[in-house]
């Protein structure tokens, strides 16, 4: 095949994992604006859940969503800080078979505009696990707006060019 050949959009299969002590998935505002991005994307009807934040129940949604649930992407929210309970990043990263340090690197720049300098404590990340690719995003609505416009949901349309995920893992 020739790779400078144009390729068609793909919908693809998207698990949102929010990470919260205190959110349920009817207040969860971060995980509805995720998966009302990814539809009006034409992605396929992401599937949502809510975990504490806890490494072992992490990693078990995390693993039964890319293993069982066959989610060719998973983008988690919550978790991402510095504060003793947050775990989301302690839970995922050693999972990964490879780390994508650009994202978190991207994300804090775009964040800078944002926030400022407390950009410095989000500790946003991805990686890919067992052919899945896997953000890790802070909690708030507005910085998973920021990821989700401005470089994950380019990075799942085929078409973006030079490359995308979608092109590069074959999804």
């Known amino acids: 095949m020739n790779h400078r050949q144009q390729k068609e959009f793909s919908a693809l299969h998207v698990k949102i994992i929010t990470v919260s002590d205190s959110r349920d998935l009817d207040c969860d ?6 998966a009302e991005k990814l539809i009006a994307a034409g992605h396929h009807q992401p599937q949502r859940e809510v975990v504490v934040d806890t490494i072992d129940d992490i990693r078990q949604a995390l693993n039964r969503s ?3 649930e066959g989610a060719q992407v998973v983008v988690l929210n919550g978790g991402t800080g510095v504060t003793p309970r947050d775990q989301t990043i302690e ?3 050693p999972l990964f078979d490879k780390q994508l340090p650009g ?3 991207l994300f804090r720049h775009l964040s800078f505009a944002e926030i400022g300098a407390a950009t410095i404590q989000s500790r946003a990340t991805a990686g890919i696990i067992n052919g899945a690719v896997v953000f890790s995003l802070p909690g708030s609505t507005q910085a998973c707006r920021l990821a989700m416009d401005d470089i994950i949901l380019p990075q799942l349309d085929a ?3 030079p490359c995308s995920f979608s092109g590069l893992l074959g999804l």
């Open 66 to 68: 890319i293993n069982s």
């Open 91 to 93: 839970a995922i990263e």
């Open 29 to 34: 505002k971060s995980g509805q604006l995720i």
């Open 103 to 105: 994202f978190g690197e």
């Open 159 to 161: 078409r973006t060019k």
